[in-house]
C-alpha cells in the first residue's frame, strides 16, 4: 500500500513567489492535515479536511497561506507570496476519522525561501 | 491553549541500557496518546499508541499512562544505536487532530 505521498520532496524559491506543496492521502482516509515544522517551534497544525471540507484553519499564520481538498485523493498547500520566514518543513498527514486513529506521515516538503 | 510538553534532551543513554522519555499534556479531555519516532531528515513514524491508564508493551518499547497525573512516558529497553531519533509524544481528544511536543532527542552511545 501506497503511502502518503508529498511532492515536491525539495522546493527552493524567491521570496514573493508562489509556492504549491501537494499531498496524496492514503487511500480510504478522510481526514487530512496539513502539519509545519521548524526546529523553533516543533510540528504545529496549519489546517485540517474531514471529508474534503476543511474544519479548522485556526493554524494557517497569515491570508499568504490558503489549501484545498478538490477531492478525497489530492490536497494542496499555496503560499502566496513567499518571505524566508516560511522557511520549514511542510508535512501532509492523513488519518481514518473516528477515535484512537492515529495519522500517518508523508515524507515532507523541505521549503527554502531565499 | 492545549499543550504537550516534553525535555528537548538530549538523553544519552550507553548501549543496552533503558532509556525513559517522558510526557506532561494540558488538555484533561485527551484520550489518545501516541509516540512519534523522528529520524533526522525523515517524518515522524508511529510507534506505540495507548488510551487507557497502565502499561503497554510492544517488543522493547512500553508506554505508560497516568490520566490523573497527565502524564504520559516510553521506556525503550535493551538501547540500540538505531533507536538514536527524536522522539515525538502526541495527543488528542480522540477525533481531533494530534497535537505535538517539540520532541527529545535520544542519542544511544555504543
Known amino acids: 500500500d501506497a503511502g502518503v505521498i508529498q511532492s515536491p520532496r525539495h522546493e527552493v524559491t524567491e521570496m514573493g513567489q508562489e509556492v504549491t506543496l501537494r499531498c496524496k492521502p492514503i487511500?480510504?482516509?478522510?481526514?487530512l492535515f496539513w502539519y509545519r515544522q521548524t526546529m523553533m517551534r516543533g510540528l504545529e497544525l496549519l489546517i485540517y479536511f474531514n471529508n474534503n471540507v476543511p474544519i479548522d484553519d485556526s493554524g494557517m499564520p497569515e491570508d499568504r497561506f490558503s489549501a484545498k481538498m478538490p477531492n478525497a485523493s489530492f490536497s494542496t498547500l499555496k503560499i502566496q507570496p513567499s518571505e524566508p520566514r516560511d522557511s520549514a518543513v511542510y508535512f501532509c498527514a492523513s488519518s481514518y476519522q473516528g477515535f484512537h486513529t492515529e495519522a500517518f506521515f508523508g515524507q515532507g516538503t523541505r521549503l527554502t525561501v531565499v | 491553549q492545549k499543550e504537550v510538553e516534553q525535555n528537548s534532551g538530549p538523553l544519552s543513554v550507553p548501549e543496552g541500557a533503558i532509556a525513559s522519555l517522558n510526557c506532561t499534556y494540558s488538555d484533561r479531555g485527551s484520550q489518545s496518546f501516541f509516540w512519534y519516532r523522528q529520524y533526522s531528515g525523515k517524518s515522524p513514524e508511529l510507534i506505540m499508541s495507548?488510551?487507557?491508564?497502565g502499561d503497554k508493551e510492544d517488543g522493547r518499547f512500553t508506554a505508560q499512562l497516568n490520566k490523573a497525573s497527565q502524564y504520559v512516558s516510553l521506556l525503550i529497553r535493551d538501547s540500540q544505536p538505531s533507536d538514536s531519533a527524536t522522539y515525538l509524544c502526541a495527543v488528542n481528544r480522540g477525533n481531533t487532530p494530534l497535537v505535538f511536543g517539540k520532541g527529545t532527542r535520544l542519542s544511544v552511545i555504543a
Open positions: 487511500s480510504g482516509h478522510n481526514s
Open positions: 495507548i488510551y487507557s491508564n
